[in-house]
């Protein structure tokens, strides 16, 4: 999303060890949703948001760590006018504690909350979160992009959070910058010159040694890590340790993109990452598509400037869900909210306004031949990243995934810096996923 941070916010152990014991005690959960208790509950499935005759009441109270929820607290009181929506707003480095602490006093808990991509999985399997499929929430997302869809199920295939949208990346580049290293500025011709990692060594090196060592096609060798982050297998299987092979051949091409001088080797999200998408010294760079606010667009310069070309897998970063509270006495209310925020409706308006991609299929389809933005000109740039999103395997989020996902990509760019071999790294790795996780077998 626009004004999310890049970096996905870390959870300490003292803080899933904690939630775990409140998903597994059903006494954490015995207190109604505190002052967002009154309304009618029997407003489920007639109120005027989906088009039926009685009109919904009461109040709803919702927590966020992300600003343009306000916007779909606005646009839903719109619509039903006998419904009042408190939106409740905390710093990401403190939302989770507090929205745990609440969650396990049972005391001034939200009807609905915000749960972001990078701890979903520490949530999505707690009896903090109302089962949406049984409420009839698979039908509001049988049109979802599928990996959307999955990330919002327990492990027992329950629908227990929605995200209004997808978070597709793709190679942003400059198009005379494109023109003068690459030939054109064809967004379909470069798609097809970078769509596999040889490819793009091949290329790499010879930019880098025509310029002289000043012009790189990409930013850093971690940009592989990236978007091939969720391409790979789950972390933790029956409860060992699981390396995807596939890693090791991430990690070798890596290698190869640092020895050819193919990545320009500033770190990740530094000033100098930025400053190099912004003055063109590097050709590519892999951005999710709500990463606009990175755009110096002073006067608006960068209008029209750039394009975006598919990534040789599909990838995404981030993504926001919403859960409503178990004990909440507002479910029946919360949940006519939820299914707003999956509906065209409001998933058009949001991709209008804010160029967040839709989480549904049908969003997609439906402006892929109409769809433009400000920096990208007249290109069609929902045609790359449905392309790319509809790609990604369906995983479902799991309570260590991201933390040793985030293991495996220091100990990986801790050995390319440092130009150790795939099995030290692996090694290294271990060492500390042990540490951290005692419970996990590491063989």
């Not at 927590?63 to 707003?89: C, I, L, R, Y």
């Not at 071999?421 to 005692?438: A, G, I, L, Q, R």
Request: aromatic content about 10%.
């Amino acid at each position: 999303m626009k004004t999310r941070k890049w970096l996905t916010m870390a959870t300490s152990v003292v803080l899933a060890a904690s939630l775990m014991a409140g998903c597994g005690n059903n006494g954490n959960n015995n207190s109604a949703a505190g002052d967002a208790s009154n309304s009618n509950n029997g407003s489920a499935n007639t109120g005027a948001s989906n088009g039926g005759t009685k009109e919904l009441s009461g109040k709803l109270v919702i927590w966020t760590f992300f600003d343009q929820v306000k916007d779909m607290a606005d646009q839903f009181e719109a619509k039903n006018p006998g419904v009042t929506v408190e939106v409740k707003m905390f710093p990401g480095d403190q939302y989770q504690t507090k929205l745990l602490t609440a969650l396990q006093s049972g005391r001034d808990v939200p009807d609905i909350f915000d749960l972001e991509r990078g701890y979903i999985g520490k949530f999505i399997d707690s009896k903090f979160l109302t089962d949406l499929s049984a409420m009839g929430g698979d039908d509001l997302v049988k049109d979802y992009i599928p990996y959307v869809q999955e990330l919002g199920r327990s492990s027992d295939g329950k629908l227990r959070a929605i995200s209004d949208h997808s978070s597709p990346g793709g190679f942003w580049y400059q198009k005379e910058i494109a023109k003068q290293y690459l030939g054109t500025d064809d967004p379909d011709k470069i798609s097809e010159m970078v769509n596999s990692w040889d490819k793009i060594i091949d290329l790499g090196t010879k930019i880098a040694a025509d310029s002289g060592g000043k012009e790189h096609l990409i930013q850093n060798a971690g940009d592989l890590f990236d978007i091939e982050a969720y391409n790979t297998q789950p972390w933790v299987k029956d409860g060992k340790l699981n390396i995807d092979p596939k890693w090791q051949t991430i990690f070798e091409t890596q290698q190869k993109i640092r020895q050819g001088n193919v990545d320009a080797k500033l770190p990740f999200m530094s000033a100098g990452w930025g400053n190099a998408l912004n003055d063109g010294s590097v050709v590519l760079t892999s951005m999710p598509a709500w990463a606009g606010f990175m755009i110096d667009n002073k006067d608006n310069k960068a209008n029209g400037k750039y394009g975006v070309a598919k990534t040789p897998e599909g990838f995404y970063v981030g993504g926001t869900y919403r859960g409503i509270y178990d004990k909440s006495e507002n479910k029946d209310l919360a949940y006519e909210f939820i299914k707003y925020i999956a509906g065209t409706e409001w998933q058009q308006h949001n991709l209008e306004k804010t160029g967040n991609m839709p989480g549904s299929g049908k969003v997609y389809e439906s402006n892929l031949d109409t769809y433009t933005s400000t920096f990208f000109g007249d290109q069609n740039i929902l045609k790359p990243y449905y392309e790319s999103v509809k790609q990604m395997p369906a995983i479902k989020a799991d309570k260590y995934g991201e933390d040793i996902l985030s293991k495996w990509r220091k100990a990986a760019g801790d050995g390319i810096t440092n130009n150790l071999s795939y099995e030290d790294v692996v090694k290294n790795f271990k060492k500390e996923v042990k540490n951290t996780f005692p419970e996990i077998k590491v063989d």
